[in-house]
C-alpha cells in the first residue's frame, strides 16, 4: 500500500525498485563475506528487487547466480526493465543450482503471494532449509503471509529479511518473527507522509507510541493525584493479588488496596506492607469500597475463583463505570455467557486473556491479529491477547503487537504482574489503550532486563530500573 500510494504521489516505481535491490546487496556485503550467491527471483515485483540486488551484488565483485520462476516473457513493468538490466545469464530454477552455493537471496514472492508456493519453487525452498543454507529475504522469506505472519505452505527461514519503508504485522506476529530471522529496515526514498494517506492502525509496540501519555509524578503532586487501585483478593490463592496489587504500586499508583476475606485477610494483612488490606466478604461490602470514587482503577481475576461471587464482583464494578482489568478467573467465570459481560462494558475496561481464557469467550477465527481485533469490537473492551507476541488491540480497529516479551516469562504469575502493571497506568490517568501498550512493553523490557531465572515477583522488583530508563530516554526524545 505504501509503495503504490508513494508511485501515485510522482516518486518512479524504478527508482523504489533500484533502492530496494541496492539495500539488499548492502545488508548482504555487512552480514556475510564474498561467497557464492544464488538469487531466487519470482515473477512478480519482489523478482525484480532479485535482479537489483544480483547486479549490485556483481558489480562489487560477488560470484553470483540469479534463477527465475517462470521465463523472462513473463515479467512485466519495472520487474522486466530490471531484469533488462541484469545483462546476463538468467537460469531456470533447479534445485542442482543449490551445489555450489554459500548464500540464496530469496526473491521468489514478497507481499503479492496469493496461494501457497508449489512445484519446483517449493522443492528449492525446502532444500535450502534442510541443507541449511543461510537465506537473505527479500521483504518476507517467500511463502509467507506479511499481514498475519502466517506461513502459506512451505517457507525457508532467513537468517536476515530486508524490507522497505515499514515493517509489516508478519514480521513482528509468530511464526513470522522466527521466520524472518533479523529484519532490516531499509528506506527506499518512500517519504513519511505517505503514512498518514494509509493511515496505519497496526503498530509494533515501542514507547513513541505511549510516552507522551506516560504519566510521570507531577513536581506538585500528591498521592491522591496518582490513582487508586482496588485489587479484588481471593479466598485461597493469595499470591496472585499480591502480585497484582504490588505491581500496581511499583508502576506508580498513588494507593492500593487488596479487598480481602475474612478468611483470608490476615494473610495479605501480614504480607503487605505499602499496600492496604480492606475486609470485603460479599457484593455489597464491595460496592461500598467503591462508593468512594478515588478508587478510580480496579483489578479482578487474580486468584479470585470461577465462580458466582466472581461475576457479581465484575458486574458490580462495571455497574460503577470503574476502569477497570479483567484477568484470569474474572475472564472465565464469563464461559457460559460472554455477552451478559459484554453488554455490563460501558466505561474502560482491559481484557488479559492468554490463548485459552481466550478462547472461553470468543468463538472467532482468523490469525492473532484478526482475533484480537474482532474481540475488542465485539467486547468493548482492549484486548490484550497474552503471548509471545502479545496484541493490544482496541475497538475502535488500532492495535500494538509487542516483540520485547522474552520467554521467561512463561512462569506463573507474571499474568497477574501484568494485570497489576495496566491498572496501575490507568489509576494515573492513562487511557485505557495507552496503558495496556505502555504496561505490555515495561513488563517484557523487565523479564529481558532481568534474564534467565526469572519469577514472577522479580517483575515489580525489577521495574524502576526500566523506569529509569525510559525516563531518560524519553527526556532525550527516543524514537
Ligand atoms: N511496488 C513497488 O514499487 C515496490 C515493490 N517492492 C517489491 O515488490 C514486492 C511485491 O511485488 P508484487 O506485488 O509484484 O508481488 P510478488 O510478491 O512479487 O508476487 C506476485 C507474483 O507472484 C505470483 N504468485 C503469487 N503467489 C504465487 C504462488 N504461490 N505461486 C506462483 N506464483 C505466485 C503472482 O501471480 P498471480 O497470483 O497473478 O498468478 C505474481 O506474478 C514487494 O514484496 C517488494 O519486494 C519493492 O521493490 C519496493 C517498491
Ligand atoms: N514464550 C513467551 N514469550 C514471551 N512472553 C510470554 C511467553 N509465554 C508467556 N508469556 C507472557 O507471560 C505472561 C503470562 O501470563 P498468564 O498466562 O496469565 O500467566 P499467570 O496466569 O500465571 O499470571 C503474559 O504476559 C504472556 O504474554
Ligand atoms: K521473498
Redesign the pocket.
Known sequence: AADSAAIASGISEMALMEAAGSAVANAVGARWGKRPVLVLAGPGNNGGDGFVAARHLRDAGWNVRIALLGSLEQLSGVAARQAALWNDEVLALSVYLLDGTALVVDALFGAGLTRPISGVAAQLLEAVASRGIPVCAIDVPSGLDGASGQPQGVVARADITVTFFRKKPGHVLMPGRLLCGEVILADIGIPDRVLSQIDPAVFENSPVLWMNAYPWPHIDGHKYQRGHVLVVGGATMTG?AR?SALASARIGAGLVTVAAPDSSWAIYAAALTSIMVQRVNDVSMLDHLLSDDRKNAVVVG?GAGVSHSTREYVLAVLARKRAVVL??DAISAFAADPQSLFNAIAGPCVL?P?EG?FGRLFNVNGDKLERALMAARRSGAVLVL???D?IVAAPDGRAVINTN??????????????AGFIAGLVAQGMPAFDAAAAA?WL??EA?ALFGPGLI?EDLPQILPRVLRRLKRATRHDIS
Do not use: Y
Open positions: 496472585a502480585l487474580p484477568d484470569a488479559t492468554h481464557e497474552k503471548g509471545a502479545t516479551a522474552p520467554p521467561d516469562l512463561a512462569t506463573g504469575g507474571t499474568g497477574d504482574v501484568l505490555v513488563h517484557g523479564a514472577s
